[in-house]
Structures are given as structure tokens and as C-alpha cells.
Nanobody, 118 residues
Framework: VQLQASGGGLVQAGGSLKLSCAAS????????TGWSRQAPGKQLELVAG???????HYANSVKGRFTISRDNANNTVYLQMNSLKSEDTAVYYC?????????????WGQGTLVTVSS
């Protein structure tokens, strides 16, 4: 399975962006799909994850502002980002966790850059 992230760009603080992560195959079997980000000079940070059963989890820094969703019919995961702040500037990567005992435990997308200007 290949993941293709898109939707990044330049936005002013307070604005919104919606990221998309399109999978080349079915995402129904993945246990968790989500987004991580890496800001310049910082470590990779988990932003949001969505379990197969529909439970969503968010980093404290984005709670109330970001919403993760999934469209199984179109094999796409979304991240709606509202009230963006300059500290949200980062490269955003989508990921998908395969079921246990899979040869590849986690798939990654190629990343999409989000720049928030203050």
C-alpha cells in the first residue's frame, strides 16, 4: 500500500487547511490511521490517530482545533486543521498501522508541508 499526502500550503494564522492522505489500496484493515508532523529542528510528533473502530486521539496541542476522519470507500484519511498557529508549521506525514504480524507494521506517506504565517 502506498500513501499519498496532499493539501499542505501557506496559510495565515487563524486560517484552515485540510490535508488528505490517499491510499493505493483498502484502508479498512489498518488498525490505526493518522498524522504525525515534524517541525524544523524538532522530533517527529504524533498529531492525531483514528482507530479502526472510530476512536480518535489527538495531541494536546491540537485538541479542539484539528479533526481526523476517514473515508473507507475512497481509501482516504483527512486532517481538518482550524485556527492554525505558527507553531503548527511542519511537514505533516500520514501513516497507517497494519494488523499484527504484518511484514510491514507501519506505512508512511511522503509528507506535505504546512506553513503558518503570523
Amino acid at each position: 500500500v502506498q500513501l499519498q499526502a496532499s493539501g499542505g500550503g501557506l496559510v495565515q494564522a487563524g486560517g484552515s487547511l485540510k490535508l488528505s492522505c490517499a491510499a493505493s489500496g483498502s484502508i479498512r484493515s489498518f488498525t490505526v490511521t493518522g498524522w504525525s508532523r515534524q517541525a524544523p529542528g524538532k522530533q517527529l510528533e504524533l498529531v492525531a490517530g483514528l482507530t479502526r473502530s472510530g476512536d480518535a486521539h489527538y495531541a494536546n496541542s491540537v485538541k479542539g482545533r484539528f479533526t481526523i476522519s476517514r473515508d473507507n470507500a475512497n481509501n482516504t484519511v483527512y486532517l481538518q486543521m482550524n485556527s492554525l498557529k505558527s507553531e503548527d508549521t511542519a511537514v505533516y506525514y500520514c501513516f497507517a498501522d497494519a494488523p499484527a504480524h504484518s511484514p510491514i507494521p507501519r506505512y508512511w506517506g511522503q509528507g506535505t508541508l504546512v506553513t503558518v504565517s503570523s
